[in-house]
C-alpha cells in the first residue's frame, strides 16, 4: 500500500516528466486580491496568468496546493466531519497548461497516471462531460467525450450541467467546461445491483468525484455572454485526500494516513478509540480536519481574531474546541498538542510547520483557553435563559436568544438544541435562521460591489512601476472600469507606466493627481489587484485616451518611506535586542505611523524597549545609504541572509534592500538614506497573540512633536511645584501628603458614621414586631451610604430600613430589609426601590433585602421614602 508521501510524490513525478516545472504551494492565506481571503483552488496562485495581468512563466506547471474552503457546493463548515470526505483544509493536486497542450493530453494523461501508474480498476471510473447550454449558446462537449471513448464506454461518459461542468472564476473573467473523472468505490455486491452511474454527483460518500479536467477557453463579460479567449488553457485539480482514500483501499479519508495519526492521538488524550462511538467519531474528525486548517493558516501568517480572514479561522479552531468540550470531555486545552504528530505527518511536504510550530502551539492554546473561558460563561447564560424560559411557562428558547449565544459565545445551534432538550424544552429554529439570514444580508449588502467590464484602449502585459526612481511621469490610460459601492461610484484606472505605488507588503497606496490640459484628476487611492496596479478616481478623465501628468504626493511619500524604512530597522535591532527567534509576523506603514508585529513570547521590558529604540536612532544617525537590487535571484538573496517573511509567496527574482547590516527582501518604497528618517519614538509594546507583540511607532516630525508635547507637559509640572530644584522629589512629597491627608479624610468619615449610625438608631419606631428606621441624612458617597445600611442590619433585628441622601448634587435611595421580614410580608426590596425611584425620576434594583436606586430630582426624597414606608402598611 502506497503511503500519502509516496503518493503525492508521484503525482509530481509523473508530471515532471511530462516537462512540467514543479513549483512550490502558494501560502494558504491570499494577499492582494479583494476576492479572495484563502486560496480556494490550485489555480489561484496563476490567476494573473490566467487574466493576462502577467506574463506566463512556464507553458507547464503543476504542484501540490494547499486550501481552505469553508463555503459553497460540498463545503459548509457545520456539515465538515460529519461524513467521511469533505475537508476544511485540504491538499490539491493539480496540473496546468498555458496556451500549450489542452483536452487531449490533459485526458490521456489523467488516465495514463490513474489506471496505469496508480493501477486504479478502470471498471470502476466514469467521465463527466458538459452537456452544453442553451442561455450560453454553448453545444455539449462533444470533442471531450470522444477522447474519453478512448478508454471508456459511453456508459461510463455522462453529461453533467452547468452547475457540475462548467467551471468559472467568478461572476466574470475566464472559465469553460470541465471534464470530472468519478470513482466508485462501493462493494462489488452493490455495484452489481446499481450501476455507479446512477449515483455520480449524487452525494454518494462511495460514489465521488476525484479529479476535475478544466479547459478554460472563453471569458465572461459582464452581461452575461462568452467570449473566445486568444489562448487556451488547461487547469486541472485533484482531491490528494480522496486519492489517498481510493489508493489505500479505505472508505473514508480518515480512514487514510493523513489523518490516523492525528485521530490515534486525539484518542490517546482523551481515553476514547475510534469507530467505537458515532458521536466520538464525528468530533474526532472534527478536530483532525480543523486541526489542519487552522495550523497552517497561523504558519502562512493570518493569526485568529474577530474580522475577515481571522475571524474565519478563530471560528473553525472553535468548532473543532466545543466537539472536544461537548463529545470528548476535553474540559482544557487539547488541540495544541497535536501540532507534532501533524508535523510529523506533513512537515517533509510543508517545512513552515516545522519552522513556525512553537508559535502555532503557543496562538492554539491561547485562543482555546480563551474560547473554554467564554464557553463557560455561554452555558451560564444558557442556564439563565433556561431558567427564565422555565419561570414564564413557554416550552422552547426564542431563535434570537439561539443566535446570540451562536454568534457571541460561539454556540452552535445544536448544542443549545441538546442542552434544551436536556431541559425539556425546545429551540425556534425557525427564528434563529430568520436572525442567521438577516446577519448574511448585512453582510452582502455591506459587499455588495458591481463592476463594469474593463474598457480596453491599448494592450498591456503589465504596467511597469516608475515609482522607486520617479514621483511624476507621462502616463497613458490602458484599461478602466466603472464600479458602484455602497451607492458610490468611482472608476478604477490602469496605465501604461506609473509613478503611484498599490497598496501591498503593509504599506498603502499613493495619493496624488493626473493632469491634461490644466484639469486636475484626483487620485485618492491606489491598489494592487490581481498584480494590477489600480488607481482610484471619483470621476473619469473627458478625454481618458489622452497622454496624461502624472504626480504623486511627494510630502506624502516621503513620510511613507521614513516609517517603512524605520520598520526594516526596528525588525533588525529587535533581532539583535531579544533574539533571532524574532520574526515579522504583520506591519502597517503609512503616513502617521508605522506598526510591527513580530513573533516573541513575553512582554518587553522597559530596558528593552529602550534599547530597541536606541539601536534604531543610532542606525538612523549612521545615515546608512539605501543599497537596493532589483532583480536578485532569490537563492542568491536567501546565501546572502535576506530576510524573507513567512507566507509570503516569491517569485524567482526578488527586490531586495540593506540598509548597513538590516537586508530584506521588499517592493515597498524607501529613504535615500536613513538620515532622512531624523527620529524614531516607540509609543506602544502589547501582545496581540499567543507569542505575537506590536510596536507601534513615530518618526520623523512626528516624533519630534510627541517628544515636545511630553517637555512641555513637564515644564508645566515643574511650573507647578515651582521653587523645588527636584521635580521628582516635590511630586513624591505631594503624593505622600495627598496619602495622609486621605487617611485622614477616612478617619473622619468612619467617625462621621458612627455618629451618624447612633442618631438614627435612637430614631427608631417599633410597630407591629418590625425596627423602622426611615430618614434623609448628609453623607458624602454611596459607599459610605452602603456601608451604613449593612452596618445597622447587623446590629438592629427585625430592620425595615429606608434611607435618602443627596450624594454630588444627585438623589440616592437605599431599602435595607431583614430576611425574616421579607420572608414572613413577601417584601422585596429591589421592587420597592423601582417604585419609590420614581418620585426622584429615576430607578434602581438589587435584591430582595438590599436595593438602592438613584434619580435626578433631589426635591422628591422625602416623597421616595414615604413611597418605600407605604409598602410595611
Known amino acids: 500500500m502506497k503511503t500519502s508521501r509516496e503518493i503525492r510524490q508521484a503525482f509530481l513525478d509523473f508530471f515532471q516528466e511530462k516537462n512540467h516545472q514543479i513549483v512550490n504551494s502558494a501560502p494558504m492565506v491570499v494577499k492582494g486580491d479583494p476576492t479572495l481571503m484563502f486560496t480556494n483552488a490550485g489555480m489561484n496562485q496563476f490567476k494573473d496568468q490566467f487574466l493576462g495581468n502577467e506574463p506566463v512563466k512556464w507553458a507547464r506547471v503543476a504542484d501540490t496546493q494547499k486550501c481552505l474552503r469553508v463555503s459553497g457546493k460540498h463545503n459548509d463548515l457545520e456539515e465538515v466531519g460529519l461524513d467521511t470526505y469533505h475537508h476544511t483544509m485540504f491538499e490539491m493536486l493539480g496540473n496546468w497548461s498555458f496556451g500549450d497542450y489542452f483536452k487531449e493530453e490533459a485526458i490521456n494523461w489523467a488516465w495514463e497516471f490513474l489506471v496505469t501508474r496508480m493501477g486504479i480498476n478502470p471498471e470502476r471510473l466514469y467521465a463527466t462531460v458538459f452537456e452544453g447550454s442553451a442561455d450560453d449558446n454553448q453545444a455539449r462537449d462533444d470533442e471531450a467525450a470522444g477522447y474519453w471513448e478512448k478508454y471508456l464506454s459511453k456508459e461510463r461518459i455522462l453529461n453533467g450541467n452547468k452547475k457540475d461542468n462548467f467551471w468559472e472564476m467568478g461572476d466574470t473573467g475566464p472559465c469553460g467546461p470541465c471534464s470530472e473523472v468519478h470513482v466508485d468505490l462501493r462493494p462489488q455486491a452493490e455495484v452489481d445491483k446499481l450501476s455507479g452511474r446512477e449515483l455520480v454527483n449524487k452525494d454518494h460518500p462511495q460514489v465521488i468525484e476525484i479529479w476535475n479536467l478544466v479547459f478554460i477557453q472563453f471569458n465572461r463579460k459582464a452581461n452575461g455572454t462568452l467570449e473566445e479567449l486568444p489562448a487556451k488553457h488547461v487547469d486541472t485539480g485533484m482531491g490528494f485526500e480522496r486519492l489517498c482514500m481510493v489508493l489505500q483501499g479505505v472508505t473514508s479519508n480518515y480512514d487514510t494516513d493523513v489523518f490516523q495519526s492525528t485521530i490515534a492521538e486525539i484518542g490517546k488524550l482523551c481515553g476514547k478509540k475510534y469507530g467505537e462511538d458515532e458521536k466520538a467519531d464525528i468530533a474526532m474528525r472534527v478536530i483532525a480536519d480543523h486541526l489542519r486548517a487552522v495550523a497552517f493558516a497561523i504558519a502562512d501568517g493570518q493569526l485568529p481574531s474577530n474580522n475577515k480572514a481571522g475571524y474565519v479561522i478563530r471560528r473553525i479552531l472553535r468548532r473543532a474546541v466545543r466537539y472536544g468540550y461537548t463529545f470528548l470531555g476535553f474540559k482544557e486545552a487539547f488541540i495544541f498538542k497535536l501540532i507534532d504528530v501533524l508535523k510529523q505527518t506533513m512537515g517533509d511536504a510543508f517545512p513552515e510547520l516545522v519552522s513556525q510550530q512553537v508559535l502555532i502551539e503557543k496562538v492554539i492554546k491561547e485562543e482555546e483557553e480563551s474560547f473554554l473561558r467564554t464557553l463557560s460563561t455561554g452555558i451560564k447564560l444558557l442556564d439563565d435563559i433556561v431558567s427564565k424560559v422555565k419561570n414564564e411557562g413557554a416550552a422552547e428558547i426564542a431563535g434570537k436568544d439561539a443566535f446570540v449565544l451562536y454568534d457571541t459565545y460561539g454556540f452552535p445551534l445544536d448544542l443549545t438544541e441538546l442542552i434544551a432538550r436536556e431541559n425539556g424544552l425546545g429551540v425556534d429554529s425557525a427564528g434563529f435562521a430568520v436572525e442567521m439570514e438577516a446577519q448574511k444580508s448585512r453582510s452582502r449588502n455591506a459587499a455588495v460591489q458591481e463592476t463594469d467590464d474593463w474598457v480596453e484602449l491599448r494592450k498591456i502585459e503589465q504596467t511597469e512601476f516608475l515609482g522607486y526612481d520617479k514621483l511624476e511621469a507621462e502616463v497613458r490610460i490602458a484599461r478602466y472600469r466603472k464600479v458602484t459601492q455602497k451607492k458610490k461610484t468611482f472608476y ?20 496624488g493627481y493626473i493632469e491634461f490640459d490644466g484639469v486636475k484628476t484626483a487620485v485618492y487611492d491606489t491598489q494592487k489587484e490581481n498584480n494590477l496596479i489600480v488607481h482610484l478616481v471619483e470621476k473619469l478623465p473627458e478625454n481618458p485616451s489622452e497622454y496624461f501628468t502624472a504626480v504623486v504626493n511627494v510630502e506624502r511619500r516621503q513620510k511613507i518611506a521614513n516609517n517603512h524604512t524605520a520598520t526594516h530597522l526596528l525588525h533588525a535591532a529587535l533581532r539583535e535586542v531579544l533574539g533571532t527567534h524574532v520574526e515579522q509576523k504583520g506591519s502597517l506603514v503609512n503616513a502617521d505611523h508605522l506598526r510591527f508585529d513580530f513573533s516573541h513570547f513575553q512582554k518587553m521590558t522597559d530596558e528593552e524597549i529602550a534599547e530597541v529604540e536606541k539601536r534604531v536612532n543610532a542606525k538612523i544617525r549612521q545615515n546608512s545609504v539605501r543599497e537596493e537590487n532589483r532583480e536578485m535571484p532569490i537563492e542568491e538573496a536567501k546565501n546572502a541572509g535576506a530576510m524573507m517573511l513567512f507566507g509570503e509567496k516569491y517569485g524567482d527574482v526578488v527586490r ?56 512641555n507637559i513637564l515644564t508645566s509640572i515643574r511650573d507647578t511645584v515651582k521653587g523645588s530644584a527636584n521635580v521628582l522629589e516635590s511630586i513624591g512629597i505631594l503624593l505622600q501628603q495627598n496619602s495622609e491627608f486621605a487617611k485622614q479624610i477616612e478617619n473622619f468619615q468612619r467617625e462621621s458614621l458612627k455618629i451618624t449610625k447612633a442618631n438614627l438608631k435612637s430614631k427608631i419606631m417599633y410597630v407591629k414586631g418590625v425596627n423602622i428606621i426611615a430618614d434623609k441624612i448628609m453623607i458624602d458617597s454611596a459607599a459610605l451610604l452602603k456601608d451604613l445600611a449593612f452596618q445597622l442590619k447587623g446590629e438592629v433585628e427585625n430592620l425595615y430600613l429606608v434611607l435618602g441622601a443627596e450624594i454630588n448634587g444627585k438623589p440616592n435611595l437605599t431599602v435595607m430589609i431583614a430576611e425574616n421580614i421579607v420572608d414572613e410580608k413577601g417584601l422585596n426590596a429591589g421592587q420597592i426601590v423601582r417604585e419609590a425611584g420614581k418620585e426622584i425620576q429615576g430607578g434602581g434594583g438589587g435584591q430582595p433585602f438590599y436595593a438602592t436606586a438613584g434619580g435626578k430630582n433631589v426635591a422628591g426624597l422625602e416623597a421616595a421614602i414615604e413611597k418605600a414606608l407605604s409598602f410595611l402598611q
Do not use: W
Request: glycine fraction near 14%; charged fraction near 20%; proline fraction near 1%.
Open 492 to 511: 478604477q484606472l490602469v496605465f501604461d507606466q506609473t509613478p503611484f505605488y498599490g497598496e501591498s507588503g503593509g504599506q498603502v497606496g499613493d495619493h
Open 656 to 711: 531586495t534592500i540593506r540598509f548597513g547590516e538590516s537586508m530584506e527582501l521588499c517592493g515597498g518604497t524607501h529613504v535615500a538614506a536613513t538620515g532622512q528618517i531624523g527620529l524614531l519614538k516607540i509609543v506602544s509594546e502589547s501582545a496581540i497573540a499567543a507569542g505575537v507583540r506590536r510596536i507601534e511607532a513615530i518618526t520623523a516630525d512626528r516624533a519630534e512633536k510627541y517628544i515636545n508635547d511630553q517637555l
